[in-house]
C-alpha cells in the first residue's frame, strides 16, 4: 500500500507541532497502517518546487511532486497497481493515533472515508490507485473540496470514535497547532492507568515528555535512564537502615514515575520500536527484581527472616512467569507484555479472574507507591509478603494460561480428525 499525503494551497507542513514537522509526523503515521511508500502532492508545480528542498532534506525517501508531475497512468507511480489501495491523508492535519489505524484494518477492503460521530469528514481515505488522480483532480484547491470528490465518488464512509473525544484537528496557525499538541499529549493518557498514576505520576512525567519533546533524547534513552535508577534504588536498599531504605524506594518511586516518559515520546512522536518495548518491559522488571531482592537481603540481615524468605519465594515464582511471559513475546517477535497478559481465547474463569485481580492491585504505579509509603512508616519489609502475593498470583496465572491453551490444542486436534 502506499499513501499519499495531499499539501492544500494555504498548508504549511513544515509547522511544528510536539516535536515533529506535520510532513514527518503524518508521514509516520501513514508508515504505522501499513503504507510502504509515501509521497506529497500539492496543486500546483509552483507549491511543489517551493516545497520540494525543505521535505526532501526532512524526508529524503519521500517525492514531492505536483499534480500534473503525478504518473500518466492509472496506478499512482509506475511501480504501483491499479487495483493498489491508497491511503490519501492530509498533510496539515494532526491525526489520533487511534483514527488512521482504521483504514489500515485487515477487514477494510473497499474504498473508504473516514467520518467522526455527527458525520464530520477526518480528511482520511484509503482509495483505489485507479481513481485517487480522479479524486485529487476535482479537488485541487481546498480539503472541502477533495471531500467534495470523495463524496460525488460515493466512497463508503466509516465511522471513527476514540476514546478521548477527537480524531482529527487540522493545524493552520498558533493557536491550532498548540491545541493540537494539548491533544496529543492528553492522549498518552491510558485507561489502564491505575490510580497512582493517574493522580500523580502522569502529571509529572507529562511536564517533563514537554519539554523534552523537541530535543534529542528519544523513548529508548528514557528507558535506559530508568534501568539506571532501577539499580540505583536496588544498591541503597541494601545497605539497610531505615534511611537507606527511604532513599532506595524514593529512587523507586522516581523509576516508576519517569517509566511513563519513554511511552510518552514514543506515542506522541510515532517512535515505537520493538527494542523500545522490550527496553521498556525488562527495566520494570530489572528494576523489580533489584529493589526487592536488596529489600530481601536487607530484612534478613536486620532481623527479619520470614519476611526476607516471602520475598525470594515470591521473585523466584515472578521469575518462572518471566519465563512464560518473555517466550510468548519471543514467538510474537514483539515487547509489549498487554499483548501476553490479556486472557487467552477459550480461558476458564479462574484465569480472568486472576488477570483481573493482577490489573487491579498489582499495577505497578500502585505496589511501587505502597512500598514507599511502607518505607516512609518503617515497615518496608512487610511488602515482600505483598511480592510473595504477587509472585503466586501470576505464576498461578501462568498456569492456568497454559492449561487452557494445551485444552484449546487439543480440541482442536480432535475437531481436525473429526473432519478428516
Request: one cysteine or more.
Amino acid at each position: 500500500m502506499q499513501a499519499v499525503l495531499w499539501i492544500g494551497p494555504d498548508a504549511d507542513p513544515l509547522r511544528r507541532v510536539a516535536g515533529l514537522s506535520l510532513a514527518a509526523r503524518n508521514e509516520r503515521v501513514a508508515r504505522s497502517a501499513g503504507a510502504q511508500r509515501v509521497f506529497f502532492v500539492c496543486p500546483s508545480p509552483t507549491r511543489a518546487a517551493e516545497l520540494r528542498g525543505a521535505l526532501v532534506s526532512e524526508l529524503p525517501d519521500c517525492p514531492v511532486v505536483s499534480l500534473d508531475e503525478l504518473p500518466a497512468s492509472a496506478s499512482v507511480t509506475h511501480d504501483s497497481h491499479a487495483d493498489e489501495d491508497v491511503l490519501l491523508l492530509c498533510a496539515h492535519a494532526v491525526y489520533h493515533p487511534e483514527a488512521v489505524a482504521l483504514l489500515a484494518a485487515p477487514h477494510v477492503r473497499e474504498v473508504s472515508s473516514l467520518v467522526d460521530a455527527s458525520g464530520r469528514a477526518l480528511g482520511a481515505y484509503r482509495l483505489r490507485a485507479e481513481t485517487l488522480r480522479e479524486v485529487l483532480r476535482r479537488g485541487a484547491g481546498s480539503l472541502t473540496e477533495v471531500e467534495r470528490a470523495v463524496t460525488d465518488a460515493r466512497i463508503p464512509r466509516q465511522e471513527v470514535a476514540t476514546g478521548s473525544g477527537w480524531s482529527v484537528i487540522p493545524v493552520g496557525d498558533a493557536a491550532s497547532a498548540r491545541l493540537a499538541a494539548d491533544k496529543l499529549w492528553a492522549a498518552c493518557r491510558k485507561p489502564v492507568d491505575g490510580l497512582v498514576s493517574r493522580n500523580l505520576n502522569r502529571h509529572i512525567s507529562l511536564w517533563i515528555s514537554r519539554r523534552l519533546v523537541d530535543t534529542r533524547i528519544t523513548p529508548n534513552h528514557i528507558s535506559l535512564l530508568c534501568i539506571g535508577l532501577g539499580l540505583a534504588a536496588g544498591a541503597l536498599a541494601a545497605q539497610g537502615g531505615y534511611a537507606w531504605i527511604l532513599a532506595g524506594a524514593a529512587v523507586f518511586q522516581l523509576n516508576s514515575i519517569v517509566d511513563g516518559i519513554d511511552g510518552e515520546l514514543a506515542r506522541v512522536k510515532w517512535a515505537h520500536s520493538r527494542l523500545g518495548e522490550l527496553l521498556d518491559s525488562v527495566g520494570d522488571n530489572l528494576a523489580n527484581f533489584c529493589f526487592f531482592g536488596a529489600l530481601a537481603w536487607a530484612s534478613w540481615r536486620g532481623g527479619e527472616a520470614q519476611s526476607a524468605l516471602a520475598g525470594v519465594a515470591g521473585l523466584g515464582l515472578w521469575s518462572l512467569y518471566l519465563v512464560y511471559l518473555y517466550t510468548h513475546l519471543y514467538r510474537l517477535k514483539r515487547g509489549d507484555v498487554l499483548l501476553v497478559t490479556r486472557p487467552a481465547q477459550g480461558a476458564s474463569g479462574l484465569v480472568v479472574g486472576l488477570t483481573r485481580l493482577g490489573r487491579t492491585l498489582l499495577r505497578r504505579d500502585s505496589f511501587v507507591m505502597l512500598t514507599f509509603l511502607l518505607a516512609l512508616a518503617g515497615a518496608a519489609h512487610h511488602m515482600l509478603v505483598v511480592v510473595f502475593l504477587g509472585g503466586l498470583s501470576v505464576f498461578s496465572y501462568a498456569c492456568a494460561s497454559l492449561l487452557a491453551a494445551s485444552r484449546l490444542l487439543r480440541a482442536r486436534r480432535r475437531a481436525s480428525r473429526a473432519g478428516a
